[in-house]
C-alpha cells in the first residue's frame, strides 16, 4: 500500500465515521422506534380482529412491502413536492423507512403474538382476565421474547439500509464516503473503508442482541422479594 | 347450583354434543367418563364459554339465560366463580409459580398485593409448592406446572372447579400427586367436575359419575352404584373395558 492511500485511509477515517454516528445512527434508530410503532399497531389490530383495520392493515403491508424501498424514498423526496409538500431530506428519509419498516415488522410482530400459546389465553380468561389486560400481561411481554431475533435482524437491515439515504441528498456514511472517493480518485479504498464502518456498527448490534436474548429467558427462579 | 340443558355444539357437519343436561349441586364431585371424542371436554369448554354452544340454557346460582344469548360480560361474571384446570396445564410462561396464582387475585378482582400475596402462598402450599414459588414453569415438572396450575384456579374461591383430563399429559408418578392434590380439595367439600380416564379417581373421589358416548350422556349414577351395578349395556361395555388388565 502506498504511503498516500494509507494517509487517505486514516485521514478519511474519521471523516466518514462522524456522520456515521451523527446521521446514519439517529436516522436507523428513529425509523426503528418510529417502524415498530407503525408495526405494533397493525399488527395488534389484526390478532384483535378489528373490523377495518384489519383490511386497512392487509392493504399497507401489501403496499409498503411490495413496492421498492428506494422507489418509496423517491416518492416522498421527489415527488410529494408536486403536490405541494416539500420536506428536508432527513425526515423524508425517516419517513419513508419508517413505512416501509411498518410493513415488515407487523409481520414479525403478528407471527409473534400468535406463536404464544392459545391455550394460555384461555387459561387467562378462565381467572378473570379481560382482553387488554391478556394481551398486556400474558401475550405481548412472551410475543416480545419471540419477536426479538427477527427483530433485530431488521434493525441490522435498517442500518444499511440507510445507506439508500444519500440518494436523496442526506449526508450520512455512505454519502461522505463517495465524495471523498470522488476526491481522491481511490474508490476501491473508500468503499471497502464504508463497509467496514458498517460492520462497526452492525458488530456492536450483534453484541447487544446477544447480551439481551440471554435476559430475556424465564427459566432461572426469580430473586426472592423483601 | 350449576345446570346446562339441551346443550348442542357442532365442529363443521361434526356434532359433538346432541342435546346434553348435566347439572352440578354444590360440594359434588363429578367424574365425566368416556372415551375420546364422546364430547365430554367440548362439554366443558362450552360450560366454561371457551366454545360457543350452538343452543341450550344455563344456570349458575341465580342467573338463567339462553346460552348462545349470554353477552361478553356476562361471561366475565360468570368465569369469575369458575376455576378451569387444563390438560396442558396452560401456565404464564412469563410469571413465576408465585406470579401465576396471584393474576386472578390481583389482576382481575383487584385484591391488595400484600392480602393476595399471603392467599397465593397459602394455595401454593396446599399444593405443596411453596417452595417453588419464584420458579418458572420451564423449570418445573408436568406434574408441578399441574400443581401450581390447580392453586391458581382455587385461589379466587371459585364455586366451582372444572378439570378436563388434568392427568392426561403425565407419568403415573406425576400422575398420583396431582391426583392426591384433588383428592384433597374434594374432602375439603371444594365442588369439582373432572373430564378424566382415571378410574380409580371416579370410583373412590367422585361422588357421581357421568358416562358419555357419541354427544350424549348414556348413564349417571351415584359413583358407588355406577361401578357396582351399571345398567346401560354401553356402560357395561366401557367398564369391561376399561377394567381388563393386559396381559401378556
Known amino acids: 500500500m502506498s504511503e498516500r492511500l ?18 446514519t445512527i439517529p436516522l436507523t434508530l428513529i425509523s426503528f422506534v418510529l417502524g415498530c410503532t407503525i408495526a405494533l399497531f397493525l399488527a395488534v389490530v389484526q390478532t384483535a380482529n378489528i373490523k377495518g383495520l384489519k383490511q386497512f392493515s392487509r392493504f399497507y403491508i401489501w403496499v409498503f412491502r411490495g413496492t421498492p424501498l428506494i422507489v418509496q424514498l423517491f416518492i416522498i423526496f421527489f415527488g410529494l413536492p408536486s403536490v405541494g409538500i416539500v420536506l428536508d431530506a432527513f425526515p423524508s428519509a425517516v419517513i419513508a423507512f419508517a413505512l416501509n419498516l411498518g410493513a415488515y415488522n407487523a409481520e414479525i410482530f403478528r407471527s409473534a403474538i400468535q406463536a404464544v400459546p392459545q391455550g394460555q389465553t384461555e387459561a387467562a380468561y378462565m381467572i378473570g382476565l379481560n382482553y387488554p ?5 400474558v401475550v405481548m ?29 442526506v449526508v450520512e456514511l455512505f454519502t461522505t464516503a463517495q465524495q471523498i472517493a470522488a476526491r481522491t480518485y481511490e474508490p476501491f479504498a473508500l468503499y471497502c473503508e464504508a463497509a467496514v464502518i458498517y460492520l462497526m456498527i452492525c458488530t456492536v448490534l450483534t453484541w447487544i442482541q446477544n447480551y439481551f436474548e440471554k435476559k430475556l429467558v424465564w427459566n432461572t427462579p426469580a430473586p426472592v422479594k423483601g | 347450583m350449576l345446570e346446562v340443558k339441551n346443550i348442542h355444539k ?73 376455576g378451569f384446570v387444563f390438560q396442558g396445564y396452560n401456565l404464564f410462561r412469563n410469571k413465576t409459580a408465585l406470579q401465576n396464582v396471584l393474576e386472578g387475585l390481583t389482576a382481575a378482582r383487584k385484591i391488595s398485593v400484600k392480602a393476595a400475596q399471603k392467599r397465593a402462598m397459602e394455595m ?18 408436568g406434574g408441578q406446572q399441574q400443581r401450581v396450575a ?33 383428592r384433597k380439595l374434594a374432602d375439603e367439600g371444594t365442588t369439582m367436575v373432572v373430564v378424566t380416564h382415571e378410574m380409580e379417581f371416579a370410583r373412590k373421589v367422585a361422588n357421581w359419575v357421568v358416562y358419555m358416548e357419541d354427544g350424549v350422556i348414556v348413564e349417571e349414577a351415584p ?26
Do not use: W
Not at chain 1, 494509507?6 to 466518514?16: C, G, P, W
Open chain 1, 6 to 23: 494509507a494517509q487517505i485511509l486514516i485521514s478519511s477515517f474519521t471523516r466518514i465515521l462522524i456522520p456515521g454516528i451523527k446521521v
Open chain 1, 133 to 137: 389486560q391478556t394481551m398486556l400481561r
Open chain 2, 10 to 82: 357442532k365442529f363443521g357437519s361434526n356434532e359433538v354434543l346432541k342435546g346434553v343436561d348435566f347439572k352440578v349441586e354444590k360440594g359434588s364431585v363429578i367424574a365425566v367418563l368416556g372415551n375420546s371424542g364422546s364430547g365430554k371436554t367440548t362439554l366443558l369448554r362450552c360450560i366454561s364459554f371457551l366454545e360457543q354452544a350452538d343452543q341450550g340454557e344455563i344456570t349458575f346460582d341465580d342467573f338463567q339465560k339462553d346460552i348462545t344469548a349470554v353477552t361478553r360480560k356476562e361471561i366475565k361474571e360468570l368465569r369469575m366463580k369458575m
Open chain 2, 223 to 248: 359413583s358407588k352404584e355406577f361401578f357396582a351395578c351399571p345398567k346401560n349395556p354401553k356402560t357395561m361395555a366401557f367398564l369391561h373395558m376399561t377394567d381388563s388388565d393386559y396381559s401378556i
Open chain 2, 124 to 141: 401454593l402450599g396446599k399444593v405443596g409448592m411453596e417452595n417453588r414459588a419464584n420458579f418458572y414453569p420451564d423449570q418445573l415438572s
Open chain 2, 150 to 182: 390447580i392453586a391458581r384456579a382455587i385461589a379466587y374461591n371459585p364455586e366451582v372447579v372444572l378439570f378436563d383430563e388434568p392427568t392426561s399429559a403425565l407419568d403415573p408418578r406425576l400422575t398420583g400427586e396431582v391426583l392426591d392434590v384433588m
Open chain 1, 141 to 169: 411481554p412472551q410475543a416480545f421474547r419471540i419477536a426479538f431475533p427477527p427483530l433485530f435482524n431488521s434493525l441490522i437491515g435498517l442500518t444499511k439500509d440507510t445507506s439508500l439515504a444519500s440518494s436523496i441528498t
